[in-house]
């Protein structure tokens, strides 16, 4: 990977937001922290594609993971699908254990929220490697940046 080449990096970050109709404030956040976060610090390098910056729009279509890569002109660059089948579970969990942890946060002790916090973490951890698994030989990104990029994956996950 070529740590710290300022060519291999995102520059911008959109999502599709076309079937989205409204999100609660911690999704919100998290998607903003996410973003935030990834243009802050990422590491990016599409295959086959000419050294960026790179500009990224995600969107899912027909059960697909889209990762649109732009230029920074947004000369369109790559178009690179991920079937969302082997997500499907991961993201299903993590959304639960998300549940139980924002409620946790109201409700139970320190050692509680500590351990479910630790599962979430887990879960969110599982995800991103299955995400830079699913991205071998079409994108080469590194733990932080599958890690910001699945917490976006799972926001365009919710729908209502």
């Keep these: 990977m070529s740590?710290?080449?300022?060519?291999y990096r995102i520059i911008d970050i959109s999502l599709d937001e076309r079937l989205v109709k409204w999100r609660n404030a911690q999704v919100e956040h998290e998607r903003k922290v996410a973003i935030?976060?990834?243009l802050e610090e990422n590491r990016f390098e599409p295959a086959g594609c000419a050294a960026g910056p790179y500009r990224l729009h995600l969107a899912i279509e027909d059960n697909r993971l889209i990762f649109h890569i732009r230029d920074e002109a947004e000369k369109p660059l790559a178009r690179v699908p991920l079937p969302m089948l082997p997500f499907r579970r991961i993201i299903r969990d993590y959304f639960q254990i998300c549940e139980s942890y924002y409620d946790a946060i109201k409700r139970s002790s320190p050692?509680?929220?500590?351990a479910i916090d630790m599962g979430r973490r887990a879960l969110h951890n599982e995800g991103s490697q299955l995400l830079q698994e699913r991205l071998e030989g079409k994108i080469r990104i590194d733990h932080d940046t599958a890690r910001r990029l699945f917490t976006l994956v799972c926001v365009l996950h919710i729908r209502a």
Excluded: A, H, V
């Design 111 to 114: 050692s509680r929220i500590e």
């Design 36 to 38: 935030y976060d990834l």
């Design 3 to 7: 740590t710290g080449d300022p060519r």
